[in-house]
């Protein structure tokens, strides 16, 4: 009997060495997830700061676009590559100097005016704009054609009705127009509240040239929100291993003394 139990022992001796080295085999990948987690998540955050600038919108002259109070992310980019459509932030002495959040409606060599059926007309063609407030007569802010001058911007809110753009410097040397040069950057995304991307303006692809595309920031989300699970997964292994382990040490305990 002595020898026919010292049989059935060594097989549960070999069994929990294995297990023990597959233990080690989990803790290295996790290690490695942990890692890797930390990695993209850091670099996410790391490319954001150096691709984006955050503001705080205060009025609701971008209403429905943007709300007041609503945190946008602004891509850093040249004032040369800004085009018609884009949502951008920009600071001029003759509006007050301090950073405001307009969308650019006709660039340098463009004539612009307000209304035909209702709608801005850009170079002659009437702009489809479904983002303005839903039921807003584009008649209320009537103007007549102005030519914007060559490396300047003609920029309108969204809430037509209760903004202060281009239409409230029309008397300006510059015709409330703005240079590229005054663009610290293009709104990508609205992050507070989870708004996300702004809609693409497609209305200006009637004038026949591309729109702007939009910056990196899906890609860091993905590594922002995938670091993060990385992270929490790699993390969670050690509990729940342990507890798996003990869990199954308990049954060949049981089944040993039975």
């Known amino acids: 009997m002595g020898a026919e139990s010292a049989t059935h022992t060594a097989p549960r001796s070999g069994g929990t060495g294995n297990g023990e ?16 987690g930390l990695v993209l998540f850091l670099a996410g955050f790391g490319w954001g700061a150096v691709a984006y600038r ?19 992310l602004a891509q850093r980019v040249d004032g040369d590559e800004i085009r018609r459509g ?23 060599g463009d004539t612009v005016a307000c209304c035909s059926q209702g709608r801005l007309t850009v170079n002659g063609k009437e702009i489809d704009e479904p983002y303005l407030p839903e ?10 054609t102005v030519t914007v001058p060559e490396d300047r911007l003609f920029l309108l809110g969204d809430e037509r009705a209760g903004s ?9 040397a ?6 590229r040069s005054a663009v610290d950057g293009r709104v990508d995304a609205v992050v507070w509240p989870m708004d996300g991307l702004l809609p693409r303006p497609t209305g200006f692809e009637a004038l ?3 729109l702007s595309e939009p910056g990196p920031f899906r890609m860091l989300v993905g590594m922002i929100a995938g670091g993060a699970v990385l992270v929490m997964v790699g993390a969670a292994y050690g509990p729940i291993a342990k507890r798996v382990g ?3 040490g308990r049954r060949t305990v049981g089944a040993g003394a039975g």
């Open 208 to 210: 026949g040239a591309e």
């Open 164 to 172: 202060l753009d281009s239409t409230a410097h029309l008397q300006d």
């Open 21 to 36: 080295a597959g233990g080690r085999a989990g803790q290295v990948l996790s290690g490695l997830a942990v890692a890797l």
């Open 135 to 144: 039921g807003e007569a584009a008649e209320s802010i009537a103007f007549p």
């Open 174 to 179: 510059a015709s409330g127009t703005v240079a």
């Open 54 to 72: 955050p503001y705080t919108v205060p009025t609701r002259s971008m209403s429905p676009t943007i709300e007041a109070g609503d945190r946008v």
């Open 86 to 108: 884009d949502v951008v932030v920009f600071k001029d002495a003759t509006w007050a100097n301090a950073p405001m959040v307009k969308r650019v409606v006709a660039v340098g």
């Open 246 to 248: 003990g869990a199954r």
